[in-house]
């Protein structure tokens, strides 16, 4: 019998792959990263003076509250993962403390991006505490009668175990007694292994908190589109773009995300209703559930005895996204307002303390009202007005244009589009009610642009003329202008180096000019890779034990029709039955007009393959510990009928490729960018922040 090598099956490389932190930079310097680089030219520098003029940056209330309550930093800067390299090391950022003005980055940003350089230990009240700046998010403890309630582990366990090491270090020793997971983006949750004693959980004695849907959400949001996710993010998160002035300064929510083992551990304990009581070592909880807000599955937490809000990820110190822009279903800005104004009702009035999974906290009653109230209304006149403009006539094309938050929200550093923007938000309102259609025909079934590019290109003359004319709009400061002709040529002549040049220079100016990460990022990625092309690295294998047991065999079989490549699966036709009798799940997958389908709990009568393996014999197979003909052989799996369709199916699979051409012209010609692995071993999973 072939080996199909299925492994079911090698969808967990892409999930991992879609989740994963890539960035290799380590180092720094005020000039710029790459010799094609620019500074900024007189327009930014006018702009960037503009923005110092008329923002109030002698406003330094979050400067204060971001440095209230400081107990210590610990002597190292830099945290190692078990394997030598390094998880983190918060003086890549370390020119933001120089006090220096740069005209490469927006005044508002360089502003967000210093105050998210706090680090160390935190008190937010008596008995609740912080550790910031150990990863994208904090990490919170509470004090309990005889241990701590940590609150979102963050995004790896070394950075959760040297967080948790240097608060016992100096709060004194205490056992973690639960974990409260806010919500299901992996910076949450994904270090959650380097504060839980396996031992101590197995006897029951720590408890783990989350939300209705936690382990469906956290596993399953990243894991039909992981492989073009993992691309998307490169770009979002300037994953190879160096901490610089010139290039990647902050993520806004924080400075980056860690690198190193993630894992996830079951809810002992989910919340299921709207609102939830319980306590826990002595503390007494208030559960809200905030569905389909920052995150398909999340909650609020209020802890009356401290009277201390927990916002999670509904409340930070700008605006979030509504549009996840490496890749997730478009967020309801009318629910998060209206989850927040619930907050404000119920807590708001009682709360002395707001604290949350980033940012920093907010204190007085008056104070945490404020910002509560800020933040409904900027995600509710987002979805009101956008739909407003709507209703007039205004499409996806132009709301990005036309769109404006009113003059009091923009006097409010909160309501800033730091992580998100009110571009690229705007439009996702849109795209959430009506879709992609402007309602032009024109634009139903679009030319794409590798095919309309040359006729572009031809009309207006030549490449001469247009990268002619691209200078003279750079020269002028016209960016978007520039930017609009040049990459219709870019498109038609991918490999005019020059072409790709000048609008590089065109992104970087963009890019500079941007107070959200999410643009400077996307800009200043695309420039770099215009420049250089794709320097592709290894991304982190998938497989960790805990993300296999904790995806389901349907979501594996689902996946399965994605990575398969249905031209290559005409004339196939067979069903498969899988059984996996210790947990009592019953599939049946089959092959028909080039498409697979899976259905639960049926069998059929005419399959031509019976597959028959326990559910934890198969995550064996699906770690990559062994393969499916081990499973035979060892009778701890048994095939009935003919395994040739396993082979077929195998035949049809496809691996991906973790850095696919994004802007025309970029792959090196002559070099293959790393790849996936059908098969998993030594896996570490690395999970796709929020956000």
Do not use: C
């Not at 702009?47 to 008329?54: C, G, I, L, N, T």
């Not at 020793?173 to 639960?178: E, F, G, H, L, T």
């Amino acid at each position: 019998m072939q080996n199909p090598r299925l492994s079911p099956l090698a969808i967990l490389v892409v999930v991992a792959a879609a989740l994963g932190s890539v960035r290799v930079i380590d180092a720094q310097e005020t000039r710029h990263f790459n010799p094609k680089g620019k500074p900024p030219s007189q327009y930014t520098v006018q702009a960037q003076q503009e923005q110092r003029r008329v923002l109030p940056l002698a406003d330094r209330q979050d400067f204060d509250e971001a440095k209230r309550g400081f107990i210590a930093a610990p002597s190292y800067r830099k945290i190692m993962n078990d394997k030598g390299d390094v998880a983190w090391n918060m003086d890549n950022w370390s020119f933001l403390l120089s006090g220096t003005d740069y005209d490469t980055i927006h005044p508002s940003l360089q502003r967000q991006a210093t105050l998210n350089m706090e680090y160390g230990l935190f008190e937010v009240v008596p008995g609740i505490y912080q550790v910031r700046g150990f990863d994208l998010a904090n990490i919170s403890f509470i004090k309990g009668k005889t241990g701590w309630i940590v609150i979102d582990p963050l995004t790896v366990k070394e950075t959760s175990r040297a967080a948790l090491k240097f608060v016992n270090e100096k709060l004194g020793a205490r056992p973690v007694v639960a974990v409260i997971i806010s919500h299901s983006h992996g910076d949450h949750f994904g270090g959650v292994r380097g504060v839980v004693d396996p031992d101590a959980l197995a006897a029951g004695k720590v408890q783990i908190i989350a939300p209705k849907g936690f382990m469906y959400e956290s596993i399953s949001e990243n894991l039909f589109g992981g492989n073009a996710m993992t691309r998307r993010k490169s770009y979002t998160y300037a994953d190879l773009v160096p901490a610089s002035p010139y290039g990647h300064v902050d993520q806004a929510i924080g400075k980056g995300v860690a690198s190193g083992d993630v894992g996830i551990l079951p809810p002992t304990k989910l919340i299921e209703q709207p609102i939830e009581e319980m306590t826990i070592d002595g503390v007494r909880m208030q559960f809200q559930n905030t569905p389909g807000t920052e995150a398909p599955a999340e909650m609020n937490t209020w802890f009356p005895d401290f009277k201390a809000f927990w916002a999670a990820e509904n409340i930070v110190a700008g605006q979030h996204n509504i549009l996840t822009l490496r890749g997730a279903q478009v967020r309801d800005a009318l629910a998060w307002s209206k989850f927040i104004n619930e907050a404000l009702y119920r807590f708001g009035d009682q709360a002395e303390v707001m604290f949350a999974s980033h940012s920093w906290p907010r204190w007085g009653k008056d104070r945490i009202q404020e910002v509560m109230r800020g933040q409904r209304d900027m995600y509710a006149n987002l979805n009101n007005q956008v739909m407003h403009l709507a209703n007039t006539g205004v499409t996806i094309n132009q709301i990005h244009n036309v769109y404006q938050p009113p003059k009091s929200l923009q006097q409010l550093w909160y309501t800033h589009a730091y992580h998100g923007s009110y571009e690229h938000n705007s439009r996702a309102v849109i795209q959430r009610y009506f879709g992609y259609w402007d309602l032009n025909p024109a634009t139903l079934v679009p030319l794409s642009p590798e095919d309309s590019a040359p006729l572009y290109v031809e009309m207006m003359g030549g490449a001469d003329k247009i990268i002619a004319k691209g200078r003279e709009l750079y020269d002028a400061g016209k960016y978007r202008y520039a930017m609009e002709i040049l990459n219709k040529l870019v498109y038609a002549q991918p490999d005019n180096q020059t072409a790709k040049d000048l609008l590089a220079d065109n992104y970087e100016q963009l890019g500079y000019q941007s107070e959200s990460v999410a643009l400077r990022n996307g800009y200043l990625s695309g420039a770099k890779e215009l420049r250089d092309g794709i320097i592709a690295v290894k991304t982190a294998k998938a497989g960790s034990p805990d993300f296999v047991r904790g995806t389901s065999t349907e979501l594996f079989l689902n996946y399965l029709g994605i990575q398969m490549d249905s031209r290559k699966a005409e004339g196939m036709k067979f069903k498969i039955n899988l059984e996996t009798p210790d947990n009592g799940e019953k599939f049946v997958v089959e092959m028909s007009n080039a498409t697979l389908t899976t259905i639960a709990g049926y069998q059929a009568k005419d399959a031509d393959l019976t597959l028959t393996i326990d559910r934890r014999e198969l995550e064996d197979v699906m770690i990559g510990n062994a393969k499916l003909t081990d499973k035979v052989a060892a009778g701890k799996a048994k095939m009935v009928g003919n395994p040739q369709v396993l082979a077929q199916l195998a035949s049809t699979m496809v691996q991906f490729d973790n850095w696919f051409e994004v802007l025309p012209g970029t792959k090196r010609k002559g070099s293959e960018a790393p790849k996936q692995e059908l098969f998993l071993d030594d896996a570490r999973f690395e999970p796709l922040p929020e956000e």
